[in-house]
């Protein structure tokens, strides 16, 4: 395995590069581009990606340690069935609309500021996350462990209690509507 330890990429294109069993420790990527890229066994360790575009990413067996995203696109990435998702994920001013987290466990990740638009995160483990002011319209939560996750500040989620595990999960008083959408009733 070829390996790259604190390196810094500027405006660098990922996508046209294969990165098949690559690994990266404390790399910097400004500005770069990995849309449509296939990521297959690649260790990303405490990396750091500004501004980057990772739209219709597909990590396949990726491995992700203390990986901090912040205003990149993520456009319909795949983080499904990973390689291993550790703790310590961070998502800063990101837009991952149409992103699948499908059956990962990504727990503890932090997204802040950032539209989750029809985010897919069935099946997905997400204990102690946080969602700070995260748009969610369209999120599917199906079947995820929610369990103490922090949605306070977040708005447009849909969650079914009888269909995800919830506990002390938190929830505004005014995103207590988000827990209630199946019922079709009005909250005034």
Excluded: W
């Excluded at 990149?72 to 499904?80: H, P």
């Excluded at 999120?139 to 269909?163: C, G, Q, R």
Aim: aromatic fraction near 12%; proline fraction near 2%; glycine fraction near 4%.
């Amino acid at each position: 395995m070829k390996t790259f330890l604190e390196e810094t990429y500027q405006k660098t294109n990922f996508s046209a590069t294969p990165l098949n069993l690559t690994e990266y420790e404390l790399c910097v990527f400004k500005e770069c581009n990995f849309n449509g890229a296939q990521l297959q066994d690649v260790k990303f360790i405490d990396c750091d990606f500004f501004d980057a575009n990772l739209s219709l990413l597909n990590l396949g067996k990726t491995i992700l340690r203390g990986v901090n995203f912040k205003g990149c696109k993520l456009l319909g990435a795949k983080f499904e069935n990973p390689g291993e998702f550790a703790y310590s994920l961070t998502f800063e001013n990101c837009l991952l609309d149409h992103a699948s987290f499908h059956q990962a466990k990504i727990k503890r990740t932090h997204f802040k500021n950032c539209r989750l638009h029809e985010v897919d995160f069935s099946r997905c483990d997400l204990s102690e996350a946080i969602f700070d002011n995260c748009d969610l319209a369209g999120a599917v939560f199906e079947n995820t462990i929610l369990e103490k996750v922090d949605f306070i500040s977040s708005y447009n989620f849909s969650i079914d209690p009888e269909t995800n595990r919830i506990r002390k999960a938190k929830f505004s008083r005014n995103g207590i509507s988000g827990l209630l959408t199946k019922y079709d009733i009005q909250i005034e």
